[in-house]
């Protein structure tokens, strides 16, 4: 479930996930910023959704819904699979703590990579397309109105490819 080495989500306890405390107040939504380096991410993996119809079109981080008893860490890793078919390691919670997704869901979003080896993703589930934003082009894509605080912390961390040069 998770790359070579890295210890597996299930064994994470209960209530403390991640470095992330499970409130369960919220429905809760695990997911993805999937970049391509975690120490110097100059990109970063968006979905857009393909439904319901009030979403659709929305661009997001992929995930999804955690299962009862399931660990968000875990619930992430298998949402990416599900739905873009990689194997992925997470990295650190993005932020502090799980981001409101409106009044009734929260999102546990984790920085990860793809497992080495691992094909590139494809909009296997959920989304009908997948698009991988730069700094310069987080923007050009219409996010989802739940993501734009989530959006603009992430943005702070993506390293213009410039100054790879
Ligand atoms: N994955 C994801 N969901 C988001 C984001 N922003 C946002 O408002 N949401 C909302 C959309 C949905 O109402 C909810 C996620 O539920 P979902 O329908 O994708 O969950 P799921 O894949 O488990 O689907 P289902 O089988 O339960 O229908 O969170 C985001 O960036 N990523």
Redesign the pocket.
Known sequence: MTCPGVTSCASRPPGQDGGMTYSCAR?P???VALVDDLARPTRLLA?R?SG?PA?AG??????????PGEPPAGAAVR?AR??LGVRVELGDPVGPGP?P??A??E?W?WWAVTCPGEPEPQPL??HDELRWVTLETLRDVP?????RA?VDHVEAFLVPVADLA
């Open positions: 429905v939504v695990a997911a979905a959704r319901p979403l929305g661009w997001e981080f992929p995930g999804g819904k955690v299962e949402e599900e739905e981001w997704l409106g009734t869901h999102m979003l589930a959920d996010w989802l109105a739940n993501d989530v």
